[in-house]
């Protein structure tokens, strides 16, 4: 599953967060990070569980004490992890998502995706393209210049994100 994820995640973040500053790059990396490694593997593993985007996200605000800027663009890593367990529903395999813990051995469990009919993927890729739509015309991303800018920096032009103000 592709288009889920990546539309789930940039919608999520536009209503959490709505950060120009963010790399939404790396929000759409991280969001898929997990079902990509974990397949390396097998099963689902390590980065379906909870300990995973907590120790990726410790690890990178220790390396970038000091250097605020670049802390805040590489944090969306994490919170795209974040955003993959959410809507992949690991939770719902307590054992795995609560890793370490719930035992250090891992279950022989398998990528929550692939457990799903084919139906009912299908029916979740049309949504995360109905939201991938949705965030395309909302991130003002129809217009090319800010494109470009999405497409350079993962960030998102401040015109679109500032509060909205209702006029008269």
Same mark, same amino acid.
């Given at each position: 599953m592709l288009l889920w994820f990546v539309g789930t995640a940039l919608v999520a973040m536009?209503?959490?967060?709505?950060?120009p500053a963010i790399d939404h790059r790396l929000i759409i990396l991280g969001c898929l990070l997990p079902d990509v490694i974990d397949r390396l593997y097998g099963k689902a593993w390590l980065l379906h569980t /909870?300990?995973?985007?907590?120790?990726? &996200? *410790?690890?990178?605000?220790l390396a970038t004490i000091g250097r605020r800027h670049y802390r805040r663009r590489v944090l969306a890593l994490p919170i795209g992890v974040f955003w993959h367990l959410v809507f992949d529903g690991a939770w719902m395999n307590t054992e795995l998502f609560w890793w370490p813990a719930t035992g250090l051995t891992f279950t022989n469990t398998g990528i929550p995706a692939d457990g799903r009919a084919f139906?009912?993927?299908?029916?979740?890729?049309?949504?995360?393209?109905?939201? /991938?739509?949705?965030?395309?015309?909302? &991130? *003002?991303?129809?217009?090319?210049a800010r494109r470009k800018l999405f497409v350079r920096t993962g960030r998102l032009d401040r015109a679109i994100t500032g509060p909205r103000v209702n006029s008269p």
């Open positions: 536009w209503f959490t967060f709505r950060d /909870l300990s995973a985007p907590i120790v990726l &996200m *410790g690890t990178l605000m139906t009912l993927i299908l029916l979740l890729e049309l949504l995360g393209l109905v939201a /991938l739509c949705w965030t395309w015309r909302r &991130m *003002g991303l129809t217009n090319s």
